[in-house]
């Protein structure tokens, strides 16, 4: 937010510099992130000086150059070539001398050098206005008043104003501060506790009266909810037309373009109270009445940007008999603004819902400097005062005539708040006593009025513009930051308590797996809980059971995910459309339901693999993240939780997977983890394979404390590994082998692998090959050939009767 040092000393007086006063704003909780000198004429006629023309004779080498002497205050008068054609002897001329730096129309400098111009020497400018950029005008040369005297700067001539522009790093929470006076109105606060007596100014508008009722326009507001108060009055009578420079200048200074008398004033009190307002062709509203309403969903209306727009049927308009004229608190429409042939207009202030205006400006993708104040909130009460102000400025400026009374609709005043400050609470937060007279001083110099006093503390009323301070804690902050944090001492004493955590707390094992998933490749992604409705991708995923944001920043952003595989799919895309194909991510996440019975949040732990699991080399080709890789990675983290042992696996029953798996634990399902099916990774974009794993963090930390932890010494005897070259049928697995050889063999068998599979060629039809490796351990004793040849002989028997086995 840019706001103007100039303007806002026309508030509140103050000698105190550009740099002091930003420090101040600062400390009032008004970041100043920049401060701009600003030059209402480029360059502040910096070595323009007035001239006195002692003589003009026509250049012997040139038809339409002249050949001037001119007194510019020197001990010597100069010799200047001119070819403005109203150039004469005796007049008041501005000169720019040598060395002295111009701008054109672009804002590009150039600089004034001695010359020759056709074998005369020039030392120096006579300038036209647009040349200094007093004018437009480039007929000729400017002439000034005869009685000046030569030499004297024109800056001083022309009295041009120089500025300083802060940029405010404007909270979301300081609707108050949107505007020149709000910002003044701190600067009051800071410069009393400060100890310096001032007082705050605002533009009178007793002048403002009714010439006559020619032109009533009639209010008529169908939901009050959705604007508590609307203001309007009639102006008849004006003259569009460029507004004076001094308005001009105002708006400049904070970057605003000027475009007429009319809209700039509204502008202008938009800035200096900030309270928006809207002016009507007058003529162009039908009926005679402006109607504040919603529309059907679907009707057309053209804005002021030449975009036409459907509207929602939430939409606040203001409309006349027959069309919307304008989005009420944000834009208007194409058709209905001030023209250069606008004669006679409605002038409109109001105080519209803050939540009606975000929802209707985020819908439609607009923002502008009435919408961002309406969202936050602005003051209900300075509604008629602003009104009455702008209408004084626009007479000033456009002439014209006030020609109805002021309408204001306001059928329920919005009443200030009321808290009750503890003295206590204040102690508790700040850490400091403070003094409470000085704190009613803070108080009183923010409009917070004391209704009464207590031995406990101050019952507070509020002003209702202040919409972020509503609490004891809000009173309190207010407080501290015009007290001031830098005069809070700080105590040379530290105390801390040690507290005895479980090793099982959530963050410690997140950090664990973290720790130990980064050892390993991946990078941890942090995703926005808020996404778009994923409901039609997948039947996991039920639109009934969404949690919907009531005012959604975007539809991208309406709902609360339900599933942490689009977020992740999202961040996968991203990464693919920048080249980044190899991915190893996961995160720590909540999903958030609305089931019937009430609202849920569930905690995950999610895994994405993409592309390849390591980059290409000359000694190693590339390798995919497939889905056995995922399998162990999953394994290595059960493992590192001690969940590794006693793990079920079954086919996963989830539409979002093309192939998986379900690992579960006594009968508790852990994790699903399998391949995305293309139909879904096709929406987002993605043609690579993408390996998902989800697992279910509140059920992993529960089983992983409920499971002992058992330590044996390193074993004294050897293990003895025997090979079995199996041929199965194709629909079993090698999980099936791995549980019938640990029934069979509880207490020698120590370990099953899988290390080769075949399904080529000599092999019968619908058969396949598996080399399964078995390690057997006798803690006590070395084992003999005849005990493992015993054992070996018990497992084929079983894998024959149970799989059909045969060995190869």
């Known amino acids: 937010m840019k706001i103007s040092y100039n303007w806002i000393k026309q508030f509140i007086k103050t000698d105190w510099d550009a740099e002091k006063t930003g420090e101040l704003l600062t400390d009032l909780g008004l970041e100043v992130e920049g401060i701009d000198n600003f030059e209402f004429v480029k360059g502040a006629l910096e070595g323009i000086v007035v001239g006195h023309v002692l003589s003009c004779v026509p250049h012997e080498n040139a038809d339409k150059l002249k050949l001037t002497s001119v007194d510019i205050g020197e001990a010597e008068p100069v010799q200047i070539v001119c070819g403005a054609p109203n150039v004469a002897e005796g007049q008041k001329v501005p000169v720019a001398t040598i060395g002295?730096?111009?701008?054109?129309?672009?804002?590009?400098?150039?600089?004034?050098?001695?010359?020759?111009?056709?074998?005369?020497?020039?030392?120096?400018?006579?300038?036209?206005?647009?040349?200094?950029?007093?004018?437009?005008?480039?007929?000729?040369?400017?002439?000034?008043?005869?009685?000046?005297?030569?030499?004297?700067?024109?800056?001083?001539?022309?009295?041009?104003?120089?500025?300083?522009?802060?940029?405010?790093?404007?909270?979301?929470?300081?609707?108050?501060?949107?505007?020149?006076?709000?910002?003044?109105?701190?600067?009051?606060?800071?410069?009393?506790?400060?100890?310096?007596?001032?007082?705050?100014?605002?533009?009178?508008?007793?002048?403002?009266?009714?010439?006559?009722?020619?032109?009533?326009?009639?209010?008529?507001?169908?939901?009050?909810?959705?604007?508590?108060?609307?203001?309007?009055?009639?102006?008849?009578?004006?003259?569009?037309?460029?507004?004076?420079?001094?308005?001009?200048?105002?708006?400049?200074?904070?970057?605003?373009?000027?475009?007429?008398?009319?809209?700039?004033?509204?502008?202008?009190?938009?800035?200096?109270?900030?309270?928006?307002?809207?002016?009507?062709?007058?003529?162009?509203?039908?009926?005679?009445?402006?109607?504040?309403?919603?529309?059907?969903?679907?009707?057309?209306?053209?804005?002021?940007?030449?975009?036409?727009?459907?509207?929602?049927?939430?939409?606040?308009?203001?409309?006349?008999?027959?069309?919307p004229l304008c989005f009420a608190g944000i834009l208007g429409g194409l058709h209905s603004g001030v023209s250069e042939k606008t004669t006679s207009i409605f002038l409109e202030s109001a105080y519209f819902n803050p939540i009606s205006v975000r929802k209707t400006a985020k819908r439609h993708g607009l923002n502008t400097d009435a919408s961002f104040r309406f969202e936050r909130g602005i003051d209900p009460n300075i509604t008629e005062y602003a009104l009455k102000r702008a209408a004084l400025l626009i007479q000033q400026t456009a002439g014209g005539y006030v020609t109805s009374d002021l309408d204001d609709f306001y059928p329920k005043k919005i009443e200030d708040f009321q808290v009750f400050l503890t003295f206590k609470k204040i102690n508790q937060l700040i850490g400091q006593e403070i003094d409470p007279g000085t704190i009613k001083s803070i108080l009183a110099s923010l409009d917070i009025r004391v209704n009464n006093v207590t031995e406990s503390g101050l019952g507070l009323t509020i002003p209702a513009y202040r919409v972020d301070v509503q609490r004891e804690v809000d009173v309190i902050e207010e407080i501290l930051r015009v007290y001031g944090y830098n005069n809070i001492e700080f105590s040379e004493k530290l105390n801390a308590s040690i507290s005895n955590s479980n090793r099982f707390e959530d963050y410690r094992l997140q950090n664990v797996i973290a720790n130990q998933l980064v050892g390993q490749g991946f990078y941890e992604m942090m995703a926005n809980s808020l996404t778009k409705d994923y409901s039609a991708l997948s039947d996991t995923i039920k639109k009934e059971y969404n949690v919907d944001i009531l005012n959604p920043l975007s539809q991208d952003l309406s709902v609360m995910r339900q599933s942490l595989l689009f977020s992740a799919l999202e961040s996968t895309a991203y990464n693919l459309n920048r080249k980044n194909e190899n991915l190893k991510l996961f995160e720590f996440g909540k999903t958030y339901h609305s089931f019937p019975n009430g609202r849920e949040e569930h905690k995950h732990l999610t895994l994405c693999l993409s592309g390849n699991k390591n980059k290409e080399r000359w000694n190693s080709p590339a390798q995919k993240n497939d889905f056995f890789y995922a399998k162990g990675s999953i394994q290595s983290i059960l493992e590192r939780l001690n969940l590794a042992e006693g793990i079920s696996y079954q086919p996963v029953k989830n539409s979002i997977f093309s192939e998986g798996l379900q690992l579960g634990f006594q009968k508790k399902k852990l994790v699903e983890f399998g391949v995305v099916k293309k139909a879904i990774l096709k929406k987002f974009g993605i043609d690579q394979e993408v390996i998902f794993a989800d697992f279910d963090w509140a059920a992993v930390i529960e089983m992983a404390k409920n499971k002992e932890v058992k330590f044996q010494p390193i074993q004294k005897y050897p293990s003895v590994r025997r090979d079995f070259a199996l041929l199965l049928d194709q629909h079993i697995s090698f999980n099936d082998i791995y549980e019938i050889a640990h029934k069979t063999e509880r207490k020698l068998l120590k370990d099953v692998d899988l290390f080769d599979v075949y399904e080529g060629k000599n092999l019968p039809e619908g058969k396949k090959s598996y080399a399964v490796s078995f390690v057997f351990l006798d803690e006590h004793k070395t084992l003999t050939d005849k005990q493992v040849d015993k054992t070996m002989s018990k497992l084929q028997q079983q894998f024959e009767k149970q799989l059909g086995a045969e060995l190869r």
């Open 100 to 323: 002295t730096t111009l701008y054109d129309e672009k804002g590009e400098a150039w600089a004034i050098k001695k010359g020759k111009i056709r074998g005369e020497y020039s030392f120096g400018m006579i300038c036209a206005e647009d040349e200094l950029g007093l004018g437009k005008g480039h007929d000729g040369i400017m002439i000034l008043e005869e009685s000046l005297v030569p030499g004297t700067p024109l800056n001083t001539v022309f009295e041009v104003e120089k500025d300083h522009v802060y940029e405010i790093g404007l909270t979301p929470n300081r609707a108050d501060a949107m505007s020149h006076f709000g910002v003044a109105r701190d600067l009051k606060a800071g410069f009393l506790q400060s100890e310096i007596n001032t007082s705050l100014d605002t533009p009178s508008v007793s002048s403002f009266h009714v010439e006559n009722r020619s032109k009533r326009i009639q209010i008529e507001v169908e939901n009050s909810d959705l604007a508590p108060r609307y203001c309007g009055v009639t102006i008849s009578g004006i003259k569009v037309a460029p507004s004076p420079q001094w308005l001009q200048n105002r708006l400049k200074a904070i970057g605003i373009t000027p475009k007429n008398n009319v809209v700039d004033a509204t502008n202008y009190v938009l800035h200096e109270l900030g309270q928006p307002l809207h002016a009507f062709d007058a003529e162009s509203i039908i009926g005679g009445k402006i109607k504040v309403k919603t529309l059907t969903k679907g009707t057309k209306f053209t804005t002021l940007d030449e975009v036409e727009r459907e509207l929602h049927e939430d939409d606040l308009m203001i409309c006349d008999q027959e069309k």
